[in-house]
């Protein structure tokens, strides 16, 4: 069986649409926010049409065995500095745990950006409803977010903020 659920994240980024989106496309900035969980991670960053991003890590929880993360990603779409979309595939010990598609859009706020993160995934394999790992991802999703707010501040003053 398979369970298909859809989320909106949405948020206000004290920066313009375009120093947002700088920090989806330049890697080094990228890394400062996106980061996949454990130790040993690598990562290849490829910001275009076609291109992609895979990561790898080995996460151990608290009285659980390791467990060896991958996450691969094709970006579809890019209207810089408007939308991002990009599928992506999470798999956990070589096994494929779910899938998503995910459009970013950033749009002029007041004083800074609107993002609306909206992804559409599909579990292959949850735990009993799902709802669990759906609120996991969405979760991960805002801890995410929080770390691109916080990049986008880094080496910045405090009264330079927009």
Excluded: C, K
């Amino acid at each position: 069986m398979v369970r298909h659920d859809t989320f909106t994240i949405s948020r206000h980024l004290d920066v313009p649409p375009g120093e947002v989106f700088t920090a989806f496309a330049d890697t080094a900035i990228r890394r400062r926010w996106f980061r996949l969980p454990g130790s040993g991670a690598s990562y290849e960053h490829d910001f275009r049409v076609g291109g992609g991003e895979t990561a790898s890590s080995t996460y151990t929880g608290l009285d659980t065995a390791p467990e060896r993360l991958e996450y691969r990603s094709r970006y579809i779409d890019i209207v810089g500095p408007h939308r991002i979309v990009y599928g992506y595939e999470a798999v956990v010990d070589g096994e494929l745990r779910w899938t998503s598609l995910v459009t970013v859009r950033l749009g002029v706020d007041p004083d800074g950006t609107r993002l609306d993160w909206t992804e559409q995934v599909t579990f292959l394999r949850y735990e009993g409803d799902g709802s669990v790992d759906l609120a996991h991802l969405r979760g991960a999703s805002v801890l995410r977010l929080n770390g691109l707010d916080a990049a986008l501040h880094t080496g910045r003053p405090r009264q330079q903020r927009r």
